[in-house]
C-alpha cells in the first residue's frame, strides 16, 4: 500500500464547475496536509495547508480533513481553465519530511 | 528575497559522468530539502538539511548521491557515475521554522543521462 494515495485522473470538469480531489494516506500518526498544483514542467506550488479534522476554505478552495478516515481531498468551485494543471497532495509526519502522492491531472474545459 | 534558486536549469551528461546541482533556499529559511521527480510520478524524498545538518537520507538513495550545506546556507546534491535511471527533475525546497510550514520549490533541475 503506498503512503498517499491520489487517483491519477484524468478528473475532465467543465468551466465554472466544482472540481473534487481526493487523497488517502496511511500513516495515522500524520499531523499536516497539503496540496500543491503542478503545471506541466513546472515545479510544485503550495495553494493550501489543513491541520486539523474539518474545512479550511481560502478563495475558491477548501481542503477537507477527516483524520478518522484518513482521508484529505480539495474542492476548487468556479473551476476556471487555469486550473488545469496536476495536484499533488503532501503528508508530514512527526519529521519535516513530506510524503507526496503521484497527483490527480484536473482537465477544466470551457 | 526572490525565491528558491536552483543551478542548472538542464543538464545533460553522459552516463557515469559526475554532475553536481546546486540550491540557494529562501534566505530565513533553515530548512531543505532535495526531491526527484519522473514523469507521472509525485516528488520523491532524497534528503534534508536542518541549517547545516543533514538529519534524514532517503534508505533508496545510492550510495552515488551524496548533499552538503556548508554552513548552512546553500546546497549541493552530487551525483557520481550517473545512469540513465537518474534522468528525472531534481527538485529543491526550503521551509522556516514556523509551526505552519510548507514548502517553497525551486524551479528544478532537469537531468538527463544519455
Known amino acids: 500500500q503506498k503512503e498517499v494515495e491520489q487517483n491519477s485522473g484524468p478528473l475532465s470538469v467543465p468551466e465554472g464547475a466544482i472540481a473534487s480531489l481526493n487523497c488517502t494516506y496511511s500513516?495515522?500518526?500524520?499531523?499536516?496536509f497539503f496540496w500543491y498544483r503542478q503545471y506541466s514542467g513546472k515545479s510544485p506550488e503550495l495553494i493550501m495547508s489543513?491541520?486539523?479534522?474539518g474545512d479550511k476554505e481560502d478563495g475558491r478552495f477548501t481542503a477537507q480533513l477527516n483524520k478518522a478516515s484518513q482521508y484529505v481531498s480539495l474542492l476548487i468551485r468556479d473551476s476556471q481553465p487555469s486550473d488545469s494543471a496536476t495536484y499533488l497532495c503532501?503528508?508530514?509526519?512527526?519529521?519535516?519530511?513530506?510524503?507526496f502522492g503521484t497527483g490527480t491531472r484536473l482537465q477544466v474545459f470551457p | 528575497d526572490t525565491g528558491v534558486s536552483q543551478d542548472p536549469r538542464h543538464k545533460i551528461t553522459k552516463r557515469g559522468q559526475n554532475v553536481t546541482f546546486r540550491c540557494d533556499p529562501i534566505?530565513?529559511?533553515?530548512?531543505l530539502y532535495w526531491y526527484r521527480q519522473t514523469l507521472g510520478q509525485g516528488p520523491e524524498f532524497l534528503t534534508y538539511?536542518?541549517?547545516?545538518?543533514?538529519?534524514?537520507k532517503s534508505r533508496l538513495l545510492s550510495d552515488r548521491f551524496s548533499a552538503e550545506r556548508p554552513k548552512g546556507s546553500f546546497s549541493t546534491l552530487e551525483i557520481q557515475r550517473t545512469e540513465q535511471g537518474d534522468s528525472a527533475m531534481y527538485l529543491c525546497?526550503?521551509?522556516?521554522?514556523?509551526?505552519?510550514?510548507?514548502?517553497?520549490f525551486g524551479s528544478g533541475t532537469r537531468l538527463t543521462v544519455v
Open positions: 525546497a526550503s521551509s522556516s521554522n514556523r509551526g505552519d510550514y510548507g514548502y517553497t
Open positions: 500513516d495515522r500518526g500524520s499531523q499536516s
Open positions: 489543513i491541520y486539523s479534522n
Open positions: 503532501a503528508v508530514g509526519g512527526s519529521t519535516d519530511k513530506l510524503i
Open positions: 534566505s530565513e529559511h533553515n530548512r
Open positions: 538539511f536542518q541549517n547545516e545538518a543533514q538529519l534524514e
